[in-house]
């Protein structure tokens, strides 16, 4: 067995044609018969069973891959992403690794395409049996979300970030998943300063017993606690209100009063709109209330409005068609701009532009605040542009508008026709992602550009097909082929370091992705040269893919051979931040059906089947 | 049922709810250290407390072997800790250390404390980890049992989980780390807006009420809450107990720089200057009793912090660590930063290292000034001090760089190399801390043998 030099990726086309087998059953499956593929399935089995048992073995198996209990009949596809990362591996032939006598690793031909059968295999049964609404536990408002809900239920401006931590994101993750949503006593204390700072915020002065001669308890606990609050709620805070008054208290103070003690309950602070009464095991559907909740804070990071309140007291909300038509509503309000500024934001990484991608100030004066807040928005907007008119597929990599403020217009180089942030259209060079200043910096080092990062980026956030971590030591590069790279340029240093087989398993993969977009630098400024000073070469390709130029060669390639997994990523990811957890194996059905749904018929009606999916309507109790 | 608010009408949410100038100013002007009591014979004994103190990127190879005898004892620290040498006869070196279950600048970080593996899609490192323990055991007789603290992160990954959490309370719970040294007091001794107490019993009840509806998965949410409402119940306690005040005093004049009426500043603009607060303050916190244990993580697991502070470094401390690249242009490097050759660049990873070992001789410096019972705070401490990677050009699993310093109240004989000839789980260095503070588990993560350090 030898290193394949040059490995192409026929299997992986394998994979996905398997799919449409499953979920359009009746179309002619092509390719080998049943019974064939049964058997190649059965001997992949032992493939993987008897070569990679010698390390994935029992409690103490390497990366913690015990083949034994994932190759069970019943439990293969309930380890559905163990078994694509061990896909990955024996696709680039990094498992099995090289001997020790120094001979290549990977499998044989034979072996391989055996194994990948049943890997293929382990794919389809997780797609038949999986779609489960899945378990949502409760969880609190993230440190953004209470910032909105305190402006939406008291009309004031809190600079919540200022005085409150920010969240721990996992690897990869959103801020909205509930596992990182810690609860602590300094969380809890902070919080009640944010709430006093904004109920105080409340009363400007001079319209003091105004506010509260205003004030009604009812609708207030009604839009703080997501649904309609209780005889004893009312009884309990009108109590206080009333014991504050009668303590000597002014109308104001204890207004006041009360409404900290509201903005302090956990029916505020935690979402916990659809709690039950001892929810029995199995699923079931998420309530009216629960559902207003999540639309409003998928949509607007925030509480519901009233009119979403009312389609949930009269229990409309239940109905797909209302849920469909209400989320369109919710993306035409301007509050919808914060679900685009918090998803797309994390989701590609623009939110770290000005954040933990900080150029120096002192030697890049271009780089302002504002700039960069105008290059996060950029790809906000564009992207609200794609939900809230319904583009199709394409328009993620080639949409032809987009949205610059004057410095940002500056900053491109482009006429601005006045005013504040414009809708225009797009130069050739800043279509799609691939063209906006803000992709292409937080794919970047803070003082150079990476074509590393920018690949990796497109195959984990756009092609979810994320490569594996480099080995231990993978970062060094030889100083020879440095000199060598200040003589012939980038491009020169990464293909000396692919020339090693164990580098190139991934980097053939990664780099020439990169290489399409080397034409923009480090703050996605157009340039003709590159970080060594040499003339860009912006050519890349697919793995076994013919070569292509430029952002505009790359997103072609990407909408001819990567649609499904383009479209599948995306619907990932949303899924992901609505739901505010990891995904299961169960989910990869919702994502593929809703892939296919993005693929077809665009933006629009990915956010509709979104919202009327099982996941987000049904939640399961285990 | 309708539970109405107990009002208290006398007592608004924004007063603080005591006049602790009016203790300061009646205050015995004698050292009062809460552990100075423990000397009546017969009395209970003083308690032995814990710190651990992680430094990220690894040391490079070498740099952590002192000179020794053949028996262990050791002659002279290695050059680069020569910050430490006077601390010479208080420390311990075990040699060979290494995490079974989880290694470098993620999993290793996040694993460090417990024993564990780290599963990055569960977002669990096990646990609880061994300083959770600890503060869990005695939870009861301190405001803040377990103190977390971490210097705050810059770069790539100050937001990642995996390399910003050393504390677990539970698996998949990481224990929020605070940054700021002011919040670090106010904490442990209050200040800032004060709860209002009957609304947080008022809040219990809404949480007891709600306990009793939810499924199996949401009531730890609601248990977390309460956890949360206590810790703030328990300070408000700890800051109207008239002895605080007393120890706070007492601590000043031993020249730890806080009292209740002096503002302390956020984050000093100098870094050597935040650290050493920090570190002022985990020793402030184990002596006034406010905590038993305390963790500091002296930056994230992978930082990528600019050392330029420290004289004659450049470039970030992790491009620094992997000091056999000096191209400069790596993937970890910034396109800016190179360095004339390895000898150099190994230098500085060095200094940078060295800056830090200064930090902790100083605290272990004022923990050998703070007076206990029978000796000082240093004397009935343990304090463990390492990194969860080797040598960081190779991001080295094995023999990490790890050393215990106090007396742990005699349990620790110091000045010793303990040589390994295997591999020697942290886990039994943990089992050993958990032992010597008196928290007596049979076993903790792989190991049920606890390190000999006597």
Redesign the interface.
């Known amino acids: 067995m030898v290193h394949p030099g040059k490995p192409t990726f026929p299997h992986r086309r394998v994979w996905i044609a398997a799919v449409p087998l499953v979920l359009s059953a009746g179309s002619a499956p092509e390719g080998p018969r049943v019974g064939m593929i049964d058997d190649l399935v059965a001997e992949g089995r032992s493939v993987i069973e008897l070569v990679c048992v010698e390390c994935h073995d029992g409690s103490d198996a390497e990366a913690g891959f015990d083949v034994a209990r994932l190759t069970g009949s019943s439990r293969a596809a309930e380890h559905l992403f163990e078994w694509r990362r061990a896909g990955a591996m024996i696709e680039t032939g990094a498992m099995p690794p090289p001997l020790r006598s120094g001979r290549g690793g990977g499998l044989d031909k034979d072996d391989r395409a055996a194994a990948l059968a049943f890997l293929n295999a382990v794919e389809r049964e997780a797609l038949a049996k999986g779609g489960a609404a899945g378990t949502e536990p409760a969880r609190r408002m993230t440190r953004d979300e209470l910032a909105h809900a305190l402006r939406d239920l008291l009309n004031v401006t809190v600079d919540v970030a200022a005085l409150m931590p920010p969240e721990l994101v996992a690897e990869n993750s959103f801020d909205t998943n509930g596992g990182t949503l810690f609860i602590h006593g300094e969380w809890l204390k902070r919080a009640d300063v944010a709430v006093r700072v904004a109920v105080d915020a409340a009363f400007p002065d001079g319209a003091r017993e105004g506010v509260a001669a205003g004030f009604s308890l009812g609708p207030f606990l009604r839009g703080a606690f997501r649904r309609p609050p209780s005889q004893e709620e009312l009884e309990r805070y009108g109590a206080l209100r009333a014991s504050r008054l009668k303590g000597g208290a002014t109308a104001e103070q204890a207004l006041r009063a009360t409404l900290f003690a509201i903005l302090s309950s956990p029916h505020f602070r935690l979402r916990l709109e659809d709690v039950p009464l001892r929810p029995a095991k199995g699923e079931r559907a998420v309530s009216p209330h629960g559902l207003a909740s999540r639309l409003s804070f998928l949509l607007w990071a925030g509480p519901p409005d009233d009119r979403l309140l009312d389609l949930a007291d009269s229990g409309k909300l239940a109905e797909p068609e209302v849920l469909a038509t209400e989320a369109a509503r919710m993306l035409d309000d301007a509050r919808a701009l914060r679900f685009a500024r918090s998803f797309a934001g994390q989701w590609l990484g623009t939110r770290r532009v000005g954040r933990e991608f900080k150029p120096d100030p002192i030697d890049n004066p271009a780089m302002t605040d504002s700039l960069m807040a105008d290059m996060r928005d950029e790809v906000a907007r564009f992207f609200l542009m794609l939900v809230r008119e319904g583009r199709p597929l394409d328009a993620l990599l080639r949409g032809d508008e987009t949205f610059l403020s004057p410095e940002l217009a500056r900053f491109y180089g482009v006429e601005h026709p006045g005013g504040d942030v414009a809708r225009v259209e797009a130069p050739a060079l800043r279509r799609g992602l691939f063209g906006k200043a803000a992709v292409l910096a937080a794919t970047s080092y803070p003082d150079r550009s990476s074509p590393v990062l920018r690949g990796a980026w497109i195959l984990d956030d756009l092609l979810g097909t994320p490569p594996p971590p480099p080995p231990p030591g993978a970062s060094t590069f030889d100083e020879e082929a440095f000199e060598e790279g200040e003589e012939r340029g980038a491009r020169a240093v990464l293909e000396r370091h692919r020339a090693s087989p164990a580098c190139a398993s991934c980097h053939d993969r990664i780099d020439p992705l990169g290489f399409a977009l080397d034409g923009f630098d480090r703050f996605g400024r157009e340039r003709s040269h590159d970080d060594f000073g040499h003339r860009v070469e912006a050519t890349g390709a697919l793995p076994g893919g013919p070569e292509f130029s430029g952002p505009e060669g790359l997103a072609g390639a990407i909408l001819k051979d990567r649609r499904v997994e383009l479209s599948r990523e995306v619907a990932r990811r949303l899924l992901r931040f609505s739901l505010g957890r990891s995904l299961e194996w169960s989910d990869e059905r919702t994502v593929v059906e809703l892939g296919a749904v993005l693929e077809a018929r665009g933006f629009g009606a990915l956010i509709s089947s979104m919202v009327t999916s099982r996941p987000f309507t049904r939640i399961e109790s285990r | 049922?309708?539970?109405?608010?107990r009002?208290a009408?006398?007592q608004?949410?924004?007063r603080h709810p005591l006049p602790r100038r009016t203790f300061l100013r009646g205050a015995c002007a004698a050292v009062v250290a809460p552990y100075l009591e423990a000397l009546t014979p017969g009395g209970p004994a003083t308690p032995v407390r814990a710190a651990w103190l992680y430094f990220p990127n690894g040391v490079a190879e070498g740099s952590w072997a002192p000179r020794a005898d053949r028996r262990g004892k050791i002659r002279q620290l290695n050059e680069t800790m020569a910050p430490l040498e006077r601390h010479r006869q208080r420390l311990v070196i075990p040699e060979r250390i290494f995490t079974p279950r989880g290694n470098?600048h993620?999993a290793g970080t996040a694993t460090w404390l417990t024993g564990g593996?780290w599963d990055?899609?569960?977002?669990d490192a096990r646990g609880p980890s061994v300083d959770q323990l600890i503060g869990q055991r005695f939870a009861a007789e301190h405001v803040v049992p377990s103190l977390s603290i971490s210097a705050k992160g810059e770069?790539?990954f100050?937001?990642?989980?995996?390399r910003?959490?050393i504390s677990w309370s539970a698996p998949?719970?990481?224990?929020?780390r605070?940054?700021d040294p002011r919040?670090v007091f106010e904490?442990l001794f209050g200040g800032?807006?004060e709860?209002d107490t009957s609304?947080l019993d008022?809040?219990k009840d809404?949480?007891r009420a709600?306990e009793?509806?939810?499924?199996t998965?949401?009531r730890?949410?609601?248990s977390?809450?309460l956890?949360?409402?206590r810790?703030?119940e328990r300070?408000i306690a700890f800051v109207q107990d008239e002895a605080t005040a007393r120890r706070l005093e007492a601590a000043a004049e031993l020249g730890l720089p806080f009292a209740l009426d002096r503002p302390i500043e956020a984050v000093p603009e100098d870094h050597g200057d935040y650290l050493d607060l920090l570190l002022d303050l985990v020793a402030l916190a184990l002596w006034s009793g406010a905590s038993r244990c305390a963790s500091v993580m002296l930056d994230h697991g992978q930082s990528n912090r600019y050392c330029t502070f420290i004289p004659e470094v450049k470039g970030t401390w992790h491009a620094l660590s992997?000091w056999?690249?000096?191209?400069g242009?790596?993937?970890?490097?910034?396109?800016?930063t190179s360095w004339s050759s390895r000898r150099s660049k190994r230098q500085m990873y060095d200094r940078v290292v060295t800056w830090h070992h200064e930090r902790v001789a100083r605290l272990l410096d004022r923990m050998a000034a703070l007076p206990e019972a029978e000796g000082s705070l240093l004397d009935h401490s343990m304090v463990v001090y390492g990194s969860s990677i080797s040598d960081g050009?190779?991001?080295g699993e094995r023999d990490l760089p790890t050393l215990v310093a106090g007396g742990a109240g005699g349990a620790i004989r110091g000045g010793r190399l303990l040589s390994a000839r295997e591999s020697t789980s942290l886990d039994r260095l943990h089992l050993a801390t958990l032992r010597a503070v008196g928290v007596g588990e049979e076993e903790f993560g792989a190991a049920d043998e606890p390190l000999e350090l006597g």
């Open positions: 049922m309708m539970q109405p608010l009002s009408p006398h608004s949410p924004t470098g993620g593996e990055h899609r569960a977002l770069g790539f100050a937001a990642d989980v995996s910003n959490t998949g719970r990481p224990v929020f605070e940054t919040a904490q800032g807006p709860a609304l008022d809040l809404q949480i709600l009793k509806r939810v499924s998965a949401d730890r949410l609601l977390a809450y956890d949360a409402i810790s703030i300070r992997h056999k690249d000096t191209s242009k790596t993937e970890d490097d910034d396109g800016v050009h190779e991001h």
